[in-house]
T-cell receptor, first 115, second 112 residues
């Protein structure tokens, strides 16, 4: 089945350590996104990528980094510079330009807890 | 991006229709209205989208006012499994990627 997979579902890290969240899609989508969600809040955009080897900062990119070396993969690294990294992280993908159906498909999320 | 306004919460009796409103008074002519829902601790799920005509699919109906400044998502026969947070967003569908912000949505509680 086609879909978008995030791993792991739960992740615990010590303060000051970098951690990388995985996101893989087999939907052949050009665009991929990372969102952060805090309790009772909406989704805030961290980074997005329209095409391989290109990505742009979203609204809250500080303390995060990404790469897009393959169309299928868009890993997110939460660095030690991120002041409040504990949150629910969601990855999404969508088709590219030129089609009406550009709705986003979301993964099931990774809940990161930094202690 | 056009902003949307939704009530923070709503209740609906099981089996009744759930009507979730969304205000998007600054929507542009080429922006579509999209609806997603998020069940607790899961990723959001796409429901439906539309430009100016009413739309219906197996999950829901979308009614967009003639001036396009507001819309209503209708779940015709709400079940307990429809309890979720519902997000209304607007985006340019044909643009492929567009920076999209999800607000806090409407928390729908379906009551037995």
């Amino acid at each position: 089945d086609g879909g978008i997979t995030q791993s792991p579902k739960y992740l615990f890290r010590k303060e000051g350590q970098n951690v990388t969240l995985s996101c893989e899609q087999n939907l052949n989508h050009d665009a991929m996104y990372w969102y952060r969600q805090d309790p009772g809040q909406g989704l805030r955009l961290i980074y997005y990528s329209q095409i391989v080897n290109d990505f742009q900062k979203g609204d809250i990119a500080e303390g995060y980094s990404v790469s897009r070396e393959k169309k299928e993969s868009f890993p997110l690294t939460v660095t030690s510079a991120q002041k409040n990294p504990t949150a629910f992280y969601l990855c999404a993908s969508s088709r590219g330009t030129g089609t009406e159906r550009t709705e986003a498909f979301f993964g099931q999320g990774t809940r990161l807890t930094v202690v | 991006d056009a902003k949307t306004t939704q009530p923070p919460s709503m209740d609906c009796a099981e089996g009744r229709a759930a009507n979730l409103p969304c205000n998007h008074s600054t929507i542009s002519g080429n922006e579509y209205v999209y609806w997603y829902r998020q069940i607790h601790s899961q990723g959001p799920q796409y429901i439906i989208h539309g430009l100016k005509n009413n739309e219906t699919n197996e999950m829901a109906s979308l009614i967009i006012t003639e001036d396009r400044k507001s819309s209503t998502l209708i779940l015709p026969h709400a079940t307990l499994r429809d309890t979720a947070v519902y997000y209304c967003i607007v985006k340019i569908s044909l643009a492929g990627y567009q920076k999209v912000t999800f607000g806090t949505g409407t928390k729908l509680q379906v009551i037995p």
